[in-house]
Each structure stands twice: as C-alpha cells, then as structure tokens.
C-alpha cells in the first residue's frame, strides 16, 4: 500500500525530535502504509505497537534525519551555497556544542532562516523518496 510523502515528513520529524522526553520511533507497516509512532521513556512504551512489530520482512524503522545526511552536512551544503561569506563561521559554529542554536542566530542576522527551512524540506524529500526507492516502498501520488 502506498504511504503519503506528507506522513513521512512528519515521522521523519518526530523521529528527528532532539528531546528530554525520551526516544521518539516512527515504524512504518509496509504492506498497509500506517505508520505507527511512540515515545519510549527509560524503557515503558508509550503506544501500543503491534505484536509482530520486529517483523522486518513488514515493518520498517523511520530513519533520523542524520541517517539520511539532513544535519551538519547539509547544514555545510547551505552555507556553501547560499552563505558562501560565512562558510568558515558555519563550519567553526558546528564544530563545537549548541551549534544549531548559533546557527539560527546566523541565519537571523542574514535574513536566511525561509531559505534553509526551504532548503531543508527540499533535502528532505529528496532523501525521503530515496529511502523509499532503496527499500521498495511506495509513495501516494
């Protein structure tokens, strides 16, 4: 069964949260296109999974976005391209703790925060449809 594009933009996110709540899973059913999302905290599950969820031949873990290149190469990647001035203070910013943080503050000073989330929405999807491509999944038109 197809999966929407739109879903798994949405996995991918939750999946990418960087939180004190606990670890965030997306799971996506294969052959019915649900994907089934929980937070598991110090070990209790939040959601109901289903029983046979280890089966890898059905189901299928949503990756992080560093899983699929969508963190600090792709945040090179924009600096390179549509920051080229402030490349160095980008790469120097990532290579230290709270980079994301410095980083909006840059792209705030710079008037560029609408390019990179349109950037990284465009990265994104592509390595979204990829993901599906290499595991045979398909999406909804």
Known sequence: MPVSLAELIDALE???FEGILGEHQAILC?????????????GEEEDELPDDIEDDEKYIAIPH????????PLV?????????????????????R?????????????NAIDRWHDFEAKAAERALREWCELHDIALAH
Do not use: N, W
């Open 76 to 96: 090179l990647d924009f600096a390179r391209k549509c920051l080229p001035d402030d490349f160095d203070e980008v790469r120097y910013i990532f290579s230290k």
């Open 98 to 110: 709270g980079a994301y943080a410095k980083f909006r503050d840059l792209l705030a000073r710079r």
């Open 14 to 16: 939750f999946v990418s």
């Open 65 to 72: 976005k560093r899983d699929l290149g969508l963190g600090k």
């Open 30 to 42: 294969k052959p019915t296109g649900q994907i089934y999302m929980h937070i598991e905290f110090a």
